[in-house]
């Protein structure tokens, strides 16, 4: 891995960036076409779940391209959760002269070494609570409690081992997806047969 602090910028936009990550990325694709000397390239995006939450970045000129650098501060203050951006292109002799390039989403990920919430995932977090349930069950089979007028259901065995199952498929995405990002194979057994 190179220095990011000192090697070129990749050229596409990140898919997670951590709170408090100094982060940086080139685009060179448009520099033909909109020069920045006569162009400003910027992006907005929008926190899923909560549209007043937004980022906007706007890239500097780099030579002929456009640079977008985010410091550590500035991501330091970003809301955890997944955003919608788009990416626009503005006349700087005519801001009415707007055009949207591209469009995609990146997630804010909590910095670990400061934040105070749970670091699993909500599908570990839901298999977890589904286990304990279950593993609670054989003392309370009840399935519907009222008390003082208030009814309350709880899900039967069938749902629970359902909802099991689900959320165990996720996990073991999550794993995969885990094992691969850190170098080694995703743990899948793959089975061949050669004919001699």
């Known amino acids: 891995m190179s220095n990011v602090f000192t090697a070129t910028p990749g050229t596409s936009e990140p898919r997670e960036i951590i709170q408090g990550d100094y982060t940086t990325w ?17 992006y907005k995006a ?8 937004v980022i906007t970045l706007t890239a500097t000129n780099s030579g ?19 955003y919608h951006w788009q990416l626009y292109i503005t006349d700087s002799g005519d801001s009415s002269k707007r055009v949207t ?8 990920k909590p910095n670990k070494a400061a934040a105070t919430t749970d670091p699993r995932t909500h599908a570990k977090i839901m298999l977890d609570k589904i286990e304990s ?55 899948r057994l793959i089975k061949a047969s050669f004919n001699v």
């Open 26 to 42: 080139k685009k060179t694709e448009y520099s033909d076409d909109y020069p920045n000397t006569s162009y400003t390239l910027s």
């Open 133 to 187: 349930l279950l593993e609670g069950r054989a003392d309370a089979d009840v399935s519907t409690y009222s008390i003082q007028g208030r009814s309350l259901t709880k899900l039967s065995i069938d749902d629970l081992l359902k909802w099991r199952s689900f959320y165990r498929a996720e996990v073991k995405k999550e794993e995969q997806a885990e094992r691969v990002r850190n170098g080694n194979g995703s743990g």
């Open 64 to 82: 002929d391209d456009y640079l977008i650098v985010a410091d550590a501060d500035t991501t330091a203050a970003y809301t955890v959760g997944v």
């Open 46 to 53: 929008r926190l899923e779940g909560d549209g007043t939450t």
């Open 101 to 108: 390039l591209d469009y995609g989403t990146f997630e804010i």
